[in-house]
């Protein structure tokens, strides 16, 4: 088919597919946290998440619990399992620091929580009981933030759960995590909420409520309303 060119430059049929090309590049855009086996990202976390877990454990049963306290404890475990799984995974460690990052910083920086909503701004809707919650992935930074320390959490599972890690039961016997030296993560800007409120199950561990992105803790005040 022949194309011809209008007088004012190219033709609008070819400016189309050039402008559609760009969009679609920059949807495959990737950023790369893990090369080779090497980190190429830390994870930079608020001070108020950042103590210690031995002397603060998460209650028994914490996804059941509505209290700030509990469910920011819940999302201290959801970061340093984030690390623990991109090391199983890869093999590779990223570190984690409290505050923002330094200026300079080759890594790219993995911001959790009020970091990330100070550069990439709060998730659209904050859905309801603050469940709403957003992640970003830009070439200089990437954010999981959320209306709350608990969608938060959803924001980090979410995105494991982009790379493929699956939990299928409690305990290691059910995960299932994609083995690689090289971990990429897609350019996007995704801001959401769960579809339904409650998504609890009969029985199952801290571990596998936080990675399952399970929610009982509103079920009461559910009942409340008849």
């Not at 090369?35 to 994870?43: F, I, L, Q, Y």
Request: charged fraction near 25%; aromatic fraction near 8%; hydrophobic fraction near 35%.
């Amino acid at each position: 088919m022949r194309i011809r060119k209008s007088r004012r430059g190219i033709n609008p049929f070819v400016g189309s597919l050039l402008v559609l090309g760009m969009l679609v590049s920059v949807s495959r855009g990737e950023v790369t946290v893990i090369s080779n086996g090497e980190p190429r990202a830390a994870v930079f976390v608020p001070e108020r998440i950042w103590d210690d877990h031995v002397k603060s454990p998460e209650p028994v049963s914490v996804w059941r619990s509505l209290k700030p306290e509990d469910n920011r404890r819940r999302l201290r475990e959801s970061v340093r399992d984030l690390v623990g799984i991109l090391q199983r995974m890869s093999g590779a460690t990223l570190a984690v620091e409290v505050g923002p990052p330094p200026p300079n910083d080759s890594r790219v920086p993995i911001l959790i929580g009020e970091l990330a909503t100070a550069k990439f701004g709060p998730p659209a809707s904050k859905g309801e009981y603050q469940q709403g919650f957003r992640i970003d992935v830009s070439n200089d930074a990437v954010g999981l933030g959320g209306a709350s320390d608990l969608a938060t959490s959803y924001a980090i599972y979410t995105l494991l759960d982009q790379l493929g890690c699956r939990w299928f039961l409690p305990s290691s016997m059910g995960e299932v995590l994609p083995a690689a030296k090289t971990i990429t993560l897609r350019t996007q800007s995704l801001s959401t909420a769960p579809y339904t409120v409650y998504r609890g199950v009969w029985y199952c561990d801290n571990e596998f409520a936080r990675r399952n992105r399970r929610s009982e803790e509103h079920t009461s005040e559910l009942q409340s309303r008849g």
